[in-house]
């Protein structure tokens, strides 16, 4: 019988969840605070454990990392709120197995508490050979290396850059691995044993962004139920990744600018200030500079998170790379959908090669976990890729969008291949972000 800690502070949902798990014949343990969790966790072994985001005395995310660092074997599912789906979204990227949204749905939970429990031993074996492999590991989680000139560099950079305690800002276009670049550097950190915390400065409200870097206090404002650890006291001794940074307001570049000269944080609603000894790696796919000139970007907070810079190379930069990272993200799409797909038809690798990828490494993961799940052979063949490939012609020898035809439609298709991103969008279209703008207006599209 599966062992499960479930670890939820409102009462009548934990019990709940609890008599229909039980029903289901696992064995559930309840603890409702993350003090209580960690007391069941040193005295009992657990096959699974199931976290509310939202705890009194902790914040989901950093339990999870602290259950993954003392315990890895033991796979972590999220419990979240339908207004925290990017959160646990995010989480899964920092090694949460899956997530829950509420109110819950039976079959749902069924099926994500099966499949992780199904998968943890798997992740066990593959732990203990990516350690033996030198980090030959999955983007997602860990460094891999390539082959081209550009990654060389970059490696060469991340090696050099490491051991030292220098500010790091990673430049480069959505979805070249910026993260995992960051994660890289703090590996061969000394920092190494403490938390990694990442933190995505576009998904934060600028009215909460004191509240998330630095803690709050119960009752210090409308909806503080309980006191809050931030993500600077979270990182203290590690490293704190701030994702597109250039997306924080001018107010919150102040707070943290203060908080990085100061090295102290004072959370809301409190007079006590907190040391912080925290290392910052920042990232941008935007210039910067071009933000500092323009008045959207304070130069000294500029100057203090940029004391060496990363450029995260795109895929078309690292063509030489591209099957050897399509060869791994096979390896990984077999393992998380149990299937034995042995490799690319020579159609497929040809497609690959003339394709441009704007979503760079996190749009090749997709297309390979999407085609290996529809894929009925031995090999990925062509007839599983996404429509975008077949028009790469009607685009262009380039792969770029012409606007001289169907210019509506090579709109919706850029903002479509760039996830609605726009800035992206108008580089694919080649095209300014105010023309892009105007041509929204005028085609009324949203």
């Known amino acids: 019988m599966p062992k499960i800690l479930l670890i939820e502070d409102d009462i009548s949902f934990c019990k709940l969840l609890e008599r229909f798990?039980?029903?289901?014949?696992?064995?559930?343990?309840?603890?409702?605070?993350?003090?209580?969790?960690?007391?069941?966790?040193?005295?009992?072994?657990?096959?699974?454990?199931l976290t509310d985001l939202r705890l009194p005395d902790a914040d989901g995310i950093v339990l999870m990392s602290e259950f993954k660092t003392s315990h890895p074997e033991i796979p972590v599912i999220l419990m979240t709120g339908y207004s925290d789906v990017n959160t646990a979204v995010k989480a899964i990227k920092n090694g949460a197995s899956d997530y829950i949204s509420k109110p819950f749905n039976p079959d749902e939970v069924l099926l994500v508490i099966t499949n992780a429990l199904q998968t943890a031993p798997t992740e066990k074996v593959v732990v203990k050979e990516k350690k033996a492999v030198n980090k030959q590991a999955s983007p997602e989680n860990e460094f891999v290396k390539g082959i081209s000139v550009a990654s060389k560099k970059?490696?060469?950079?991340?090696?050099?850059?490491?051991?030292?305690?220098?500010s790091v800002l990673i430049i480069g276009e959505s979805g070249t691995g910026k993260e995992i670049i960051a994660k890289s550097i703090h590996q061969q950190s000394q920092r190494k044993n403490n938390n990694f915390i990442a933190v995505d400065c576009g998904a934060i409200p600028k009215e909460l962004a004191a509240s998330e870097f630095f803690g709050h206090l119960k009752g210090s404002f409308t909806?503080?139920?309980?006191?809050?650890?931030?993500?600077?006291?979270?990182?203290?001794?590690?490293t704190i990744f701030l994702d597109e940074i250039g997306n924080l307001s001018y107010e919150n570049q102040i707070q943290l600018l203060r908080?990085?000269?100061?090295?102290?944080?004072?959370?809301?609603?409190?007079?006590?200030?907190?040391?912080?000894?925290?290392?910052?790696?920042?990232?941008?796919?935007?210039?910067?500079?071009?933000?500092?000139?323009?008045?959207?970007?304070?130069?000294?907070?500029?100057?203090?998170?940029?004391?060496?810079s990363i450029q995260s190379p795109s895929l078309t930069d690292r063509g030489e790379d591209l099957m050897v990272f399509a060869d791994y993200f096979l390896e990984k799409a077999?393992?998380?959908?149990?299937?034995?797909?042995?490799?690319?038809?020579?159609?497929?690798?040809?497609i690959f090669q003339k394709y441009s990828?704007?979503?760079?490494?996190?749009?090749?993961?997709?297309?390979?976990?999407?085609a290996t799940l529809l894929s009925q052979g031995d090999f990925i063949e062509s007839d599983v890729l996404p429509i975008e490939f077949f028009q790469t012609e009607k685009l262009g020898s380039s792969g770029s969008f012409?606007?001289?035809?169907?210019?509506?439609?090579?709109?919706?298709?850029?903002?479509?291949?760039?996830?609605?991103?726009?800035?992206?969008a108008?580089?694919?279209?080649?095209?300014?972000?105010?023309?892009?703008?105007?041509?929204?207006?005028?085609y009324n599209i949203d």
């Open 21 to 49: 798990l039980v029903k289901k014949a696992f064995d559930v343990t309840i603890a409702f605070s993350a003090e209580e969790a960690r007391l069941y966790i040193k005295k009992e072994s657990f096959d699974l454990i």
């Open 154 to 166: 970059l490696l060469e950079h991340i090696k050099l850059v490491s051991p030292t305690d220098m």
């Open 223 to 238: 909806g503080a139920i309980s006191d809050k650890t931030g993500y600077f006291e979270a990182a203290n001794g590690g």
């Open 259 to 308: 908080a990085l000269q100061e090295r102290k944080i004072k959370p809301v609603g409190s007079n006590k200030e907190i040391n912080v000894d925290i290392r910052i790696i920042t990232a941008t796919n935007e210039d910067l500079r071009e933000a500092v000139k323009n008045g959207d970007f304070r130069e000294d907070l500029y100057h203090r998170i940029n004391e060496f």
């Open 334 to 350: 077999n393992q998380q959908l149990n299937k034995d797909i042995i490799g690319f038809s020579p159609e497929v690798v040809a």
């Open 357 to 370: 990828w704007p979503g760079n490494l996190r749009e090749l993961q997709n297309c390979i976990k999407r």
């Open 402 to 424: 012409s606007l001289s035809d169907n210019e509506r439609e090579a709109i919706i298709h850029a903002l479509s291949r760039t996830q609605n991103n726009k800035s992206e």
């Open 426 to 442: 108008a580089k694919l279209l080649k095209i300014t972000r105010k023309t892009l703008y105007n041509k929204l207006k005028q």
